[in-house]
Every structure is written in structure tokens, then in C-alpha cells.
């Protein structure tokens, strides 16, 4: 009987390097092939309905209101001050914001307000601008405190 010899390298025939060529050659191939194929995309010029805005049509930007309410209560729609601090009711800015309202509407224009509150001020009294606002259907408000200089 004949003895197996492990030690031997007859079965290990090591890293073959000529099948990777092969792959890489067909990959290549393929890519070459595809690349051929492909088809080239074009524009089509297509109308959509309807007309485009033109110059005949101006862009409308909205007139921001700025409102500020003072330290003291004192509230000023554009640095034009408006009923005294002490009064809750603000029958002056009320009336003024109806108008301002309005006006939006008849113009088709959107009403935005801007309250720029001092960071000390009561947040009563801007409770009391966000009632006359609310009273003048005024619903587009932003906030911001005042900026120290």
C-alpha cells in the first residue's frame, strides 16, 4: 500500500491569473456593447396651455404693517403712535387696521403685520393688539422682539 504524502504541493496549483483576465475582457466587452445601445435623448419643444406671466402682468409684493409696542405700553403702527398707554380698548389702531384691512381686500393684496414687542413690555397690552388685529380680521402676524442697538 502506497502512503499519502500531505506535504507535498501537487494539489495546490496556486493564484490563476489568466480566468481573471478572461472576466475582465468579457465585462469590458459588454460595457462596449451596451455603451452603443444607448439612446440619445432629445428635447421636444411642447407648448403647455395657458399663458405665461409676462411683463404685462406685475409681480405683486405684500405691504408689511409694522406695529411696535413700547416698554411704557405706548403701540405705534409705523413709528405713528396710536391711543394712550393706559387705554385697552385701542379704538384709533382698531379703526386704522379696519381700513388698512380694507384696503388689501379692494387691492387683492394679502395684509401682513409685523409686532415688534420691547422685551419688557406687559404681554397684556399685546394681547390687547392681537384683539384689534382679530377685530379687523387681520390674520397674517408675525412676531419679534426689538432689537437692542
Known sequence: MRRLDLETNEGN???QI???IDVVFVIMLFFMV???AVKVERELNTQLPGRPPGPETPMEFADEQILSISENGEVALNDEPF????NRELPQLKGTLM????NADAAKSPCMVTIVSDETAKYS????VLDAL????IDNVTFT???QE
Not at 391711543?83 to 393706559?86: F, M, Q
Not at 381700513?99 to 380694507?102: D, F, G
Request: no cysteine.
Open 13 to 15: 496549483i496556486g493564484f
Open 18 to 20: 489568466a480566468p481573471m
Open 34 to 36: 451596451m455603451a452603443g
Open 83 to 86: 391711543d394712550s398707554p393706559t
Open 99 to 102: 381700513r388698512l384691512k380694507q
Open 125 to 128: 397690552r399685546t394681547v390687547d
Open 134 to 137: 382679530a377685530v379687523a380680521k
Open 145 to 147: 422682539t426689538s432689537e
